[in-house]
């Protein structure tokens, strides 16, 4: 199985800040990665796919990069309403993983 | 507007059974394949299956933590989606999600609003 490894597992930050996540696959997974956010009690939301398309009506804000095994998720002006868990997940082959997830807490 | 409803969560003893459901409305059920995905009381999210469409002769992958024990079927004349759970465990315990997958696209893009499943005596 793919492992997908997320980093940080949680961060603090401001109202503006720019903001960044990384994830690392296993082995190279092409352009097979995904961007969830979850609020508590939410279903994930679908922000990014296919490593930097961005779902409809995501802000221009999210924006996803990275190759091979790295990838980055970042938020260029973090607005309240970011404040998540944000997941990966790779889509390259079965069984589908996730990464364990980053807390995007208010500092 | 697409929707996905779960529903048919509950308690259920260990080595019980249960069978969740996926109602889908908005979008042309059967032209898409449709996963299940959990997530344990304060844990990450797990990927669960997969069935394929019509067209992919509804064939289906299974996570290795389910393989054997859980069913992914579809009832395209109903726009709905099942995971009948067999000899559940405590582990087993979890909020379960369905979710498309739009057809020339891998990403899951739509996911409904969760049931929760817990297994214990």
């Known amino acids: 199985d793919i492992q997908v490894t997320q980093s940080p597992s949680s961060l603090s930050a401001s109202v503006g800040d720019r903001v960044t996540i990384t994830c690392r696959a296993s082995?190279?997974?092409?352009?097979?990665l995904a961007w969830f956010q979850q609020k508590p009690g939410k279903a994930p939301k679908s922000l990014i796919y296919?490593?930097?398309s961005l779902q409809s009506g995501v802000p221009s804000r999210f924006s996803g990069s990275g190759s091979g095994t790295d990838f980055t998720l970042t938020i260029s002006s973090l607005q309240p309403e970011d404040f998540a868990t944000y997941y990966c997940?790779?889509?390259?082959?079965?069984?589908?993983?996730f990464g364990g997830g980053t807390k995007v807490e208010i500092k | 507007e697409v929707q996905l409803v779960e529903s048919g969560g509950g308690l259920v003893q260990p080595g019980g059974s249960l069978r969740l459901s996926c109602a889908a409305s908005?979008?042309?059920?059967?032209?898409?394949?449709m996963d299940w995905v959990r997530q344990a009381p304060g844990k990450g999210l797990q990927w669960v299956g997969r069935?394929?469409?019509?067209?992919?002769?509804?064939?289906?992958e299974y996570a290795a933590s389910v393989k054997g024990r859980f069913s992914i079927s579809r009832d395209d004349s109903k726009n709905s989606l099942y995971l009948q759970m067999n000899s559940l465990k405590t582990e087993d315990t979890a909020v379960y999600y369905c979710?498309?997958?739009?057809?020339?696209?891998?990403?899951?893009?739509?996911w409904g609003q969760g049931t929760l499943v817990t297994v214990s005596s």
């Open positions: 979710a498309r997958r739009p057809i020339g696209s891998r990403n899951l893009d739509y």
């Open positions: 069935i394929r469409n019509k067209a992919n002769s509804y064939t289906t």
């Open positions: 296919d490593v930097s």
């Open positions: 997940q790779q889509h390259n082959s079965y069984p589908l993983t």
């Open positions: 082995e190279g997974i092409a352009n097979y």
């Open positions: 908005g979008f042309t059920f059967s032209d898409y394949f």
